[in-house]
């Protein structure tokens, strides 16, 4: 974002230009314990051996513990480090990142582990290590902080503070010395406490002065004359389709990121506009950046899964972690695609994400873990690791692992060579030298042409080959899995399998979504209080949950009462929008903040628009409220979604496709919404072939209940005085297709009820 700040003091131009050139690279995305056994457990699982240790040691994020055996004097986020800096009037380094952050991890190695550096942070300031994922509350403060002064922004994220929190310099990863005529993170330190000590009362102003400039910058308001208007619709479609490649796909050249909101809005643009030039060039950029990634190196070939983006423009060499977040928003996009196209290719995506998902990110109450690392171990027993070494391949690995027929389809489907298959300039660092990336080159029948072999045979070897690299890269050293379990990333996966089962009719997803949502409620949902807590790892933590654990908690839900019509699902939703209705919502300024304002240590309360690496919590919320608004004929709740939209009214009409999920809501709303309502059992054969037929068809502008005599006809009647009269036709499952709940003739007829859906 653009920053309205206006630097007072003209000494202080000269800091900010000193860090801002400092910053040489920025990665995009996106309770203690006194057991010194538990205490080595989660050293010995966060970093494979035990060492003296720092305060960070009685944490539970596998970040904080990654960094419990630097000689950084650490403090976590709390009133300890606060009342130090206080007391000896030192200033605050903030360092804030997660535990699959490869960045995070070089910063580490190379200043954090160094014993001056070391020094010199525990002499001159009080020093905080922050997980992101588990406190977004601070890292969203600083980052637009660092954003507004140096114009990007990423982790590791480093940032000077006043013993009073107030940001005074910031930036991302530094390297440890001076290079290339860049001040390093020494050089940085040493300037910044040379300002502190010289100029103390400049640096408070100026802290001042930015934390005031920022409030002003993220504060918004609804406007309630605004029109929001299908201009709206256009011009997210346009400035999408400006920044296309249409040669591999993906929405910028290099790096390339998966963004899904993208094709969450061009499938939905694709629907509402099917015989237009622009309605099927919204699904032909959907269907090439699915196609392009899928056959890419950022998508793990033998595990299943994707990687977090490509360095490069071909989707071939990725960033090698892999989120949670990711594979559920994936997951979906692959799902829709399916629906409209049929096309086999991207239910095989779908699966394999969500299989590589139960197997590999799954806790064994059936929560979610939140990632696996970038970085690993080279060999067991040694202490070299490099970022990918449990991905890559060299070329005399597979000859020796693989039949001599087995080498010649998988060399010539995957591109492998002797030299390896790296582009150039995309292994900056060398570690990736003589290594191959998997990514498909050739397709089947090219690759059967050319090896002889008829398709099945080559799909056969392909299997075969595949099975067997498997099994050797299984017995590598695994990448760190941070298995923290994250209310806000789960609820998206609950999404994915909730919808998975409905799309695939797999009964085993459907599991996992329910599994899930019932861990969430066991370990990380205070009933008492209707308050959800952030996330678990060995116990939940002491962190209450923020809005996206809300929103995507209850999209989630929703998700799953209409793959299954247990109507606890649907009750639970209910409860926690109200809830996050009285937490989050901004009553007279419109939307919702990110935080509730409880704690006095987050200085600004801000309402989040972007829809990037994951989703707005404030676009989601918004569909939310539609949703529930027509599903419980609530129509102070479809206000709300109207007023959080026309809160953000400017950015959706100046630059839409920096919020395409929130024109996904805005869609929802301006549309004509089916409600779908199916009097009958769920168990009987006549409903589950009306469910079929719905969960066939690309229907993202509907609703779907069930009259079901029981239980959930009861909680429904209770809002829906529609649902009092519905019942069966000849006590056969009958279909209602209604909308603003005045219903087409009820049908029993199958093929009848898809010509109403249609």
């Not at 060999?379 to 060299?394: N, R």
Request: glycine share 6%; hydrophobic share 35%; aromatic share 10%.
């Amino acid at each position: 974002m653009k920053s309205k700040i206006r630097y007072r003091k003209p000494w202080y131009y000269g800091l900010v230009l000193f860090v801002t050139l400092a910053v040489v690279m920025m990665i995009r995305s996106e309770k203690p314990t006194d057991e010194k056994s538990e205490t080595k457990s989660k050293l010995e699982k966060a970093t494979g051996y035990i060492v003296t240790s720092n305060r960070l040691a009685a944490e539970k994020s596998p970040y904080l513990l990654q960094h419990a055996k630097n000689p950084v004097d650490w403090y976590p986020w709390g009133e300890e480090a606060f009342e130090k800096a206080q007391k000896e009037n030192k200033p605050i380094f903030l360092s804030v990142g997660y535990s699959t952050c490869h960045w995070c991890h070089v910063m580490e190695h190379e200043s954090f582990e160094n014993p001056e550096i070391a020094r010199y942070m525990n002499e001159h300031f009080v020093n905080i290590k922050v997980d992101r994922e588990e406190r977004p509350d601070v890292d969203k403060v600083y980052m637009a902080f660092v954003q507004a002064t140096t114009g990007g922004g990423g982790w590791p994220m480093s940032v000077w503070l006043t013993p009073d929190l107030k940001p005074v310099v910031g930036g991302t990863y530094f390297p440890p010395s001076d290079k290339f005529g860049r001040p390093g993170f020494l050089s940085v330190l040493k300037q910044v406490n040379t300002f502190w000590l010289s100029r103390e009362k400049d640096l408070v102003s100026q802290g001042e002065h930015f934390l005031e400039q920022l409030r002003g910058h993220v504060m918004v308001k609804v406007d309630e004359n605004a029109g929001l208007d299908d201009s709206i619709f256009e011009k997210c479609y346009d400035q999408i389709a400006q920044g296309f490649d249409s040669s591999e796909g993906g929405f910028s050249r290099s790096p390339k990121f998966p963004r899904p909101v993208n094709i969450n809005f061009l499938l939905r643009y694709h629907q509402s506009h099917p015989d237009t030039d622009k309605g099927r060039n919204a699904l032909v950029m959907s269907l090439v950046t699915l196609e392009k990634m899928a056959k890419g190196g950022m998508h793990d070939h033998l595990g299943g899964g994707f990687h977090r983006y490509s360095v490069d423009a071909f989707w071939h060499v990725p960033h090698f972690e892999k989120m949670l977040y990711d594979q559920a928003q994936l997951t979906m996009a692959y799902l829709e695609a399916y629906q409209i196209t049929g096309n086999h290719f991207q239910e095989v995506q779908a699966r394999d994400i969500l299989d590589y998902v139960l197997r590999d990110l799954t806790d064994s109450q059936g929560g979610f873990y939140s990632a696996e690392d970038a970085d690993s171990l080279i060999e067991h027993g040694k202490k070299d690791h490099a970022e990918g070494a449990f991905y890559v391949w060299e070329e005399k690995e597979i000859e020796a692992a693989l039949s001599s027929e087995e080498v010649e389809v998988f060399k010539k489907y995957y591109g492998v060579k002797s030299k390896g298959n790296i582009p150039g300039g995309s292994d900056p660092h060398g570690e990736l030298t003589d290594k191959n990336v998997l990514k498909i080159f050739s397709d089947l029948k090219d690759t059967s042409k050319e090896t002889g072999h008829s398709l099945p045979e080559t799909e056969a070897l392909l299997a075969s080959a595949s099975k067997k690299l498997l099994t050797i890269r299984n017995k590598r050293p695994r990448p760190h899995l941070d298995d923290k379990i994250i209310t806000a990333w789960n609820g998206l996966m609950i999404s994915a399998y909730a919808r998975a089962s409905q799309v695939l009719n797999d009964p085993n997803y459907l599991k996992a979504a329910q599994t899930a949502a019932g861990f969430i409620r066991k370990h990380l949902f205070v009933e008492s209080e209707d308050r959800l807590i952030r996330s678990y790892r060995e116990g939940a933590s002491h962190v209450s949950g923020f809005l996206d654990d809300y929103a995507f908690l209850v999209q989630g839900l929703l998700d799953l009462y209409e793959a299954d019509f247990d109507v606890e699902w649907l009750r639970w939703a209910y409860r926690l929008q109200k809830k996050q209705d009285e937490r989050f919502l901004d009553k007279e300024g419109g939307a919702y903040f990110s935080v509730t304002g409880d704690d006095p240590s987050i200085l600004l309360k801000m309402k989040e628009d972007y829809d990037g690496a994951e989703p707005s919590p404030n676009s989601v919320a918004a569909l939310n409220l539609l949703r529930l608004g027509h599903m419980l004929d609530n129509a102070d709740w479809r206000r709300r979604a109207e007023r959080t939209l026309k809160t953000f009214a400017g950015n959706l009409e100046k630059q839409p496709r920096a919020l395409p999920q929130m024109v996904v809501a805005l869609n929802f709303m301006k549309r004509p919404v089916k409600q779908i309502i199916l009097a009958g059992a769920v168990s009987d054969k006549a409903t589950r072939s009306m469910l079929s037929a719905v969960h066939s068809m690309y229907l993202p502008n509907k609703i779907l209940l069930l009259a079901d005599g029981g239980k959930g006809q009861e909680f429904l009647s209770g809002h829906l005085e529609l649902f009092k009269t519905l019942s069966r036709i000849g006590n056969k499952t009958t279909a209602y297709v209604c909308e603003d709940y005045v219903c087409k003739l009820p049908t029993t007829d199958h093929k009848k009820f898809k010509e109403l859906l249609d």
